[in-house]
């Protein structure tokens, strides 16, 4: 699901400007030509960001923003003033009625599209400063079979945390040889591991890292693979849990797409992992590896809960059945990902995994409600009074569950 922003203007060259430069970089804009009826829209549905003018009829742009900051649903979203006014005191008035941000008219499309991005960025690790959930949880996909759906997981898993709690979310690609999570969601790969390289690890800061982070315009942070291969052998361990421990300071949720091996950086990651996820296929190749590493789990000393085997269905018939597999494995298959070929080739062609670009498939269902049985217990036991759809869409899922389970 797109970001969604509101723009409140009574003048409709304004709104068809701004709402140009928004939609052509996959912003989904809602327009209202006044107060009133921006009033209304947010009863609807709520907006990550709203740009309002400041001189409109009825109620005017500072009015309506302090409205806005006293309605619950939009108290914490970013509030753009945008005006033909550049008095120091407007703008002033701007910022006291709880604006974060002021542009004057006439503006420049790129202006407005980088103030924009910054707006979104900084609440979204403002959020977290200010909240005492700071502990993020790091979730790890690590096989040693590839080409079994590790990636797709990892995307979409972490696409789906963000979907159901709206916190930063951070999608680290650590699989240095070939990683293609960034691919996987259509993001240039201008910055990744590679601007770590030669960095001490002590030198590293939550400033450079927020650098390197790329943003995805679903609200999702990533940490792309290197582009080019033989950076893989110059990143250490040390540099790699540093930039881990920075992270879960300031992200909710830290998902890691490992590489199938056993490196030094890719046990720093299993080693303070909270979960891991272990995705097998079902043939005798793929079973075979994930007891190797089932093994090493155990000799490692992992926990044996933290650890979920996820059979993933990467073609369409005749598998190893799940009741041999488990029988094999001596362990139970936690969750089952059915065959479906078109919707993720579509992610790997597009750069659009299904939890963001198709809201309502089976396929997207199951991500959300996967990534909630992985979600902190205290996000579960304490869900905000404003649900996102997606987690209404979990919530409804469980409760139709529970009914059926009641009636047989
Ligand atoms: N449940 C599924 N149904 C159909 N196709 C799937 C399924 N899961 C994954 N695939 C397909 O399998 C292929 C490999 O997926 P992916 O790249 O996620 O695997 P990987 O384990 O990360 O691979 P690599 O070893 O290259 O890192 C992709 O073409 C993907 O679309
Ligand atoms: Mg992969």
Same mark, same amino acid.
Not at 205 to 216: E, N, R, W, Y
Not at 287 to 291: K, L, P, Q, S, T
Not at 398 to 403: G, K, S, T, V
């Given at each position: 699901m797109s970001v969604r922003i509101l723009v409140v203007d009574d003048s409709v060259t304004t709104r068809k400007l701004v709402s140009a430069a928004l939609s052509s970089e996959g912003y989904e804009v809602l327009e209202a030509k006044s107060g009133e009826?921006?009033?209304?829209?947010?009863?609807?549905?709520?907006p990550d960001l709203a740009i309002l003018d400041v001189v409109m009829p009825g109620i005017d742009g500072y009015e309506l923003?302090?409205?806005l900051r006293n309605n619950e649903a939009t108290e914490r979203?970013?509030?753009?003033?945008?005006?033909?006014?550049?008095?120091?005191?407007?703008?002033?008035?701007?910022?006291?009625?709880g604006a974060d941000d002021f542009l004057p008219k006439p503006f420049e499309p790129a202006e407005l599209r980088a103030h924009v991005k910054v707006l979104l960025r900084r609440v979204l690790t403002s959020f977290v400063r200010s909240g005492d959930d700071v502990h993020g949880k790091i979730i790890a996909i690590h096989s040693l079979r590839g080409g079994i759906g590790s990636s797709t997981l990892a995307v979409n898993l972490a696409a789906a945390l963000y979907q159901l709690w709206r916190m930063p979310v951070v999608l680290v690609d650590l699989s240095l040889w070939n990683g293609q999570a960034a691919v996987m969601l259509n993001l240039s790969i201008r910055n990744s591991w590679s601007d770590f390289?030669?960095? *001490?690890?002590?030198?590293?800061? #939550?400033?450079?890292?927020?650098?390197?982070? $790329?943003?995805?315009?679903? =609200?999702?942070?990533?940490?792309? /693979?290197?582009?080019?291969?033989? +950076?893989a052998e110059l990143l250490s361990a040390d540099v790699v849990q540093k930039v881990l421990s920075l992270l879960t300071e300031q992200y909710a949720y830290v998902v890691v797409d490992l590489p199938h091996d056993f490196q030094d950086t890719t046990l720093s990651v299993l080693d303070k992992a909270q979960n891991i996820l272990l995705p097998l296929a079902p043939e005798l190749v793929s079973?075979?590896?994930?007891?190797t590493c089932l093994n090493v789990y155990r000799q490692l000393g992992y926990s044996k809960d933290a650890v979920h085997l996820v059979l993933n269905w990467t073609f369409e018939r005749r598998g190893v059945p799940r009741k041999d597999i488990e029988? #094999?494995?001596?362990?139970?298959?936690?969750?089952?990902?059915?065959? +479906?070929?078109?919707?993720?080739?579509? #992610?790997?062609?597009? =750069?659009?995994? *299904?939890? $963001?670009?198709?809201?309502?498939?089976?396929?997207?269902?199951?991500?959300?409600?996967?990534?909630?049985f992985l979600s902190k217990d205290e996000h579960k036991q304490n869900p905000p009074d404003v649900k996102t759809p997606s987690l209404l869409g979990v919530m409804e899922r469980?409760? /139709?569950?529970?009914?059926k389970r009641v009636r047989v």
């Open positions: 009826e921006a009033l209304q829209l947010v009863e609807e549905s709520t923003c302090r409205r979203i970013p509030i753009m003033m945008l005006t033909s006014l550049d008095e120091l005191d407007e703008k002033l008035k701007a910022f006291e009625v390289v030669d960095i *001490p690890a002590e030198q590293i800061d #939550a400033t450079m890292l927020d650098q390197v982070l $790329l943003s995805h315009d679903s =609200g999702l942070r990533v940490l792309a /693979a290197p582009p080019t291969p033989e +950076v079973v075979r590896a994930a007891a029988r #094999a494995l001596k362990r139970n298959i936690s969750l089952v990902f059915p065959f +479906v070929k078109d919707e993720l080739v579509s #992610a790997l062609t597009l =750069g659009k995994p *299904p939890v $963001l670009y198709s809201p309502n498939s089976a396929i997207t269902s199951l991500f959300e409600d996967v990534a909630y469980m409760e /139709a569950r529970r009914r």
